[in-house]
């Protein structure tokens, strides 16, 4: 059991890395170094930088539903958080088509969210002001959880590095980790690309969808699978802009599709909650194949193009809710890299057999709303004080019973001559 004297290195400075550093910090921790494999951090290509992120506790599973307002408590404090967070309201679609989205709004009530619900297009067109043309279906049901909006995700992770540096980190930029250093089958430190060497009594592995990549010779089994998440933007004037500055995040569970309202800088970013794509890599050889994340950094602007048929795919759920904006082109595409588990339960835990060794990774897409909170549960880890139940749930080794057929049953292989050109971004 490390105390808090001990060295402690974390690699990956996103969501779950720096929120790990910042508790453990806050916990008296003295020794924390945390590097990185991008020289800028936020990394530009990581999934916790973007315009922004979903905050909300719409969750079929009561703790991820307790957590997540143990989040937004947090971070509505502006002392701490400055403006990251808005508070634009969550509307979620589908109530009355699926189990979890009834059992979400069941946990939101039960747990005091303020929410108005709706069964019909009329009841859902009045949360919206008469100037914005929308076009929800007679069949439309949800609810608004106002207890909810979306976080800056770049200044958010910005905001924790700092607040790391001030409590003391050492930080190491531009630091790729090459392989793990062992002693007597425990991990005693790491070895950077770049030489470098770092010994520590625990190395935090937080990753994210480069986990598998650089670290082939683990076995992970069926988790931790790297998979490019389609994000389409829209450039508005100021002007336009200001109509749909006070709608709320859109959120459908039927579809996957969600959207957020213009950002500062006038975009409204959408995407889809879906299985995602795979890019293979034959480079590695390992157990089982390697999905190897395809970004800015390693492709240049190609790494941003998404395949054609998920940009279709966008515009149709665009026009099925703002026809106006859904005429107007796209300004840009991204594909967002995750490490997807099949439950979409997080790894949060030591590696079989390896006391030296954690893993705080498999945000599979929901885990940067909960940035001022998760590094908590990682530090309860460390620490031993981890209840027995959640060591369970995000057991390295744990068996995944129940697979979300969303994403793991979905994922498709990336092929490039599917990507998407410049004259695929205006409107057909």
Known sequence: MVDKNSD???LGAGCFGSSTAYHLLKRGFTSITIADRSEVLPALDAASTDYNRIVRSSYSDPFYSRLAREAIAAWRDTSEWDNVYHESGVLVLGTGDSSYIDQAYANDVSMGARTTSFRDAPSLRAIFTQDIAIAYSETSS????????WADAAKGTSLMISKIAALGAR??????AKKLLKESEKTIGAEFTDGTVVR?????????SWTTSIFPELDFGEKCLATGQSVAMI???PAEADE???CPVVLDFKSGFYMFPPNEDNIIKMAMHVGGYTNFDAIYQSRRPVSVPRTITSHGTDGLKIPKPMLKTLREHLRAIYPELAEMPFSGTRLCWYSDTPDEDWVIGHYPGDDGLMFATGGSGHAYKFLPVIGSLVADAVTGQLDP?????????RECKNHDLSRSLLVLPLRESELCTADDLLPR
């Open 8 to 10: 402690i290195l974390i």
């Open 142 to 149: 949800g609810y608004l959880n106002y207890d909810g909006g």
């Open 171 to 176: 930080i190491l930029p531009g630091k790729t």
């Open 200 to 208: 520590a009594d625990l190395v935090i592995v937080a990753t994210g």
């Open 235 to 237: 450039k508005l004037t």
């Open 244 to 246: 749909y500055r006070n």
């Open 389 to 397: 139940s959640l060591k369970e749930k995000f057991a390295f080794d």
